[in-house]
């Protein structure tokens, strides 16, 4: 059991991060803000695959008055993603957002700061604070001279001082960078200085294979150390691939409930029927049923029944078929071409048990 980072309460929308709370899935949407159908349609979308925090880009005021039709059709609570100008922040809490990012040093002088913060307390909206290692402050680096955990928390530091001396505490803070180490070490320190929630990310992760490596060395570390409150696994691909990687990693730490496991062997000469298609195909079933219930596709006999017995479920390969077997023990033969049929079958039935 994962002992969780006792951090401040923080109210987004309908959901609550922070103390007890289970760690929250969020992504970002890449249409076009102002093109509400698209955007709609997306979120909806995301929704539909455990999608429970999402975030917009607020370029301009269209963007920003785009947001009140967009939250009027969405469930889940709404990020306005604002850089550099208050206004946007502005129009965007006028538009029903349930939580502004911005950096408060980066939009003006502090009197543009606290009109900021006076329309957030009024609708009861909270802060993102996103510290990104690529866009410090240049007067930050030249202090430390390179991109660095202290430089990061400085950088916080600046942007958090500027709320708290407006009496505003409802902040969630980020430290991101496409450096695994960096984006560990940051996230560790400001653990110790900060009891605000935290947003996990590594920020331009790239493709998908890259991301979920970086992603998984990180963020693991991360919230095996109980530390994260918010998370998004940032894949330069289509955001539902993001959530799908979210519920996978959340999963292997026992911290998301109704999601599947899928125990899988890599292969090896002893396997005697057609496997690859049958675990890609269990795999993407699997990710339309919500249960705690784990699958095991193994290649043969020998790691079978014996190496997946804690699957509640799999199948064993054999010549041109496949051995059905429930928690460890072999109930039946199924023949190769209807192996996938079949053990959908018999994992519904399961759940509905």
Sequence with gaps: MINRENTRKVKIGNITIGGENKVVIQSMCNTLTKDT???????????????????????????????????????????????????????????????????????????????????CKEKNIPIRIGINSGSLEKSVLDKYGHNCPEAMIQSAQRHVDILEEMDFHDIV?????????????????????????????????????????????ALGELLRKGIGDTIRISISDNPIVEIKACKKLLKAYDLIANVPDLIGCPTCGRTMYDMLPIINEIEEFLETVQADIKVAVM????????????ADIGIAGGIKEGLLFKKGQVVRKIPQEKIVEELKKEILEMIKQ
Aim: hydrophobic share 40%.
């Design 37 to 119: 159908a698209a955007t709609i349609k997306q979120i909806k979308q995301l929704e539909d695959v455990g999608c429970q925090i999402i975030r917009c880009s607020v370029l301009d005021l269209e963007d920003a008055y785009a947001l009140r039709k967009i939250k009027e059709n969405i469930s889940i609570p709404l990020v306005a993603d604002i850089h550099f100008d208050y206004r946007l922040a502005l129009a965007s809490i006028e538009s029903g957002v349930d939580k502004i990012r911005l950096n408060p040093g980066n939009i003006g002088g502090k009197e543009n700061v606290r009109k900021v913060v006076e329309k």
């Design 173 to 217: 803070l980020s430290f991101k960078s496409s450096d695994v180490r960096l984006t560990v070490e940051t996230f560790l320190l400001a653990s110790t200085i900060w009891d605000y929630p935290m947003h996990l990310g590594v920020t331009e992760a790239g493709t998908k294979d890259y991301s979920l490596i970086k992603s998984s060395a």
């Design 299 to 310: 290649g043969c006999v020998v790691n079978g029944p014996g190496e997946a017995k804690d």
